[in-house]
């Protein structure tokens, strides 16, 4: 009497346990994810929680996401010093990046066609990584003129429709007319404006986090 008791203690015990795990029978792993891109990723004289990678990593932690967003951001990088660090940047066991580059090109009136040939060529090698990718676009300041400006604003688009991409189409949507959402050089976003940029690329980005799918044995 006291073994079947025993033994169905110890029955009711693992269909407890059994109704905590996956349907799989296996762990879910926490999903890496590396924020790569310029001043905009790296947090320009923000404090280190105020960026860009930790205010997303803060707010999916709250919404229940097993997530780390490592900062690959550098200030003042161009798509072409993007691509000369990305295979050191971004390294082995990342699962997805968010690809924020070519500010820096705009500003500095860089050819957008190389631009463009840079970004494909960064997406091109986390792909054949199998690397997950979030597109993060940007738009030319209009003081470089109607013609640049539409040869620019066109790459993101056509970038992510090449290659079948999410797309969030401007990373300063919500900040670049509000200068209490910036700092005092009147380009890149305080610690509030860095909120709102997550508050707008959350919905998305929450997509594209359905999308990968990590399990530990």
């Known amino acids: 009497m006291i ?7 110890i029955c009711v015990c693992a269909v407890l346990l059994g109704a905590t795990l996956p349907a799989s029978g296996a762990a879910a792993a926490t999903v890496k994810l590396v924020g790569f891109g ?13 960026g860009l990678p930790q205010q997303l990593q803060a707010k999916l932690r709250d919404a229940g996401q097993d997530i780390e967003i490592a900062n ?3 200030s003042g990088d ?17 699962d997805g990046v968010i690809l924020e580059l070519g500010a820096n090109d705009a500003l500095r009136g860089l050819s957008p066609e ?26 030319a ?25 999410p797309l ?3 990373v300063l949507d919500g900040v670049v ?35 990968i799918s990590k399990e530990s044995n």
């Open 3 to 9: 073994f079947k008791a025993v033994l169905g203690q």
């Open 38 to 50: 310029d001043s905009l990723m790296a947090g320009y004289q923000l404090a280190p929680d105020e």
């Open 72 to 74: 690959a951001g550098v």
């Open 78 to 94: 161009t798509t072409a010093d993007g691509l000369a660090r990305l295979d050191w940047s971004v390294p082995d066991g990342t």
């Open 114 to 139: 190389q631009t463009e040939k840079n970004l494909e060529a960064m997406i091109t090698r986390l792909k054949e990584r199998r690397i997950a990718i979030y597109l993060v676009g940007m738009l």
């Open 141 to 165: 300041p209009p003081n470089m003129g109607a013609d640049y400006e539409k040869r620019f604003n066109e790459i993101y688009p056509r970038l992510a429709k090449s290659h079948d991409l």
């Open 168 to 170: 969030y189409p401007f």
């Open 177 to 211: 007319t509000h200068a209490a959402l910036q700092l005092s050089d009147g380009m890149h976003p305080n610690a509030k404006g860095v909120a709102v940029m997550v508050e707008r690329m959350l919905p998305s980005l929450d997509k594209f986090l359905g999308t």
